[in-house]
């Protein structure tokens, strides 16, 4: 086990797995350590409790119809959904 995965660990035990004290806290270390693996945690931990990445909002949910064409002389459509940040704007794409 290396040291990022040591000061994962203790964070969320000080932190009692609070994920609004703990994805700051990593985004910090992040910055000033630059090791891909406080990102990649930051990334897994809000794509499973539905938060946005730069801010750790909750995300919200919009689905759309696409057209994509025709089959047997009827419209085709495709739905389409989207997860968008309501206080800063991020979006994620399709998923």
Same mark, same amino acid.
């Given at each position: 086990?290396?040291?990022?995965?040591?000061?994962?660990d203790s964070?969320?035990?000080?932190?009692?797995?609070?994920?609004?004290?703990?994805?700051?806290? =990593?985004?910090?270390? &992040?910055?000033?350590?630059?090791? !891909? /693996?406080?990102?990649?945690?930051i990334e897994?931990?809000?794509?499973?409790?539905?938060?946005?990445?730069?801010?750790?909002?909750?995300?919200?949910?919009?689905?759309?119809?696409? =057209?994509?064409?025709? &089959?047997?002389?009827?419209?085709? !459509? /495709?739905?389409l959904y989207?997860?968008?940040?309501?206080?800063?704007?991020?979006?994620?794409?399709?998923?």
């Amino acid at each position: 086990m290396d040291y990022v995965d040591l000061i994962i660990d203790s964070l969320f035990e000080h932190c009692n797995e609070d994920l609004q004290e703990i994805l700051p806290v =990593l985004s910090e270390l &992040y910055h000033f350590t630059k090791d !891909y /693996q406080f990102d990649e945690k930051i990334e897994v931990l809000c794509m499973k409790n539905n938060l946005c990445k730069k801010c750790f909002s909750k995300l919200t949910t919009y689905q759309e119809e696409d =057209l994509i064409g025709e &089959y047997m002389g009827q419209p085709a !459509y /495709q739905t389409l959904y989207h997860r968008v940040c309501p206080e800063c704007g991020y979006f994620v794409p399709e998923f």
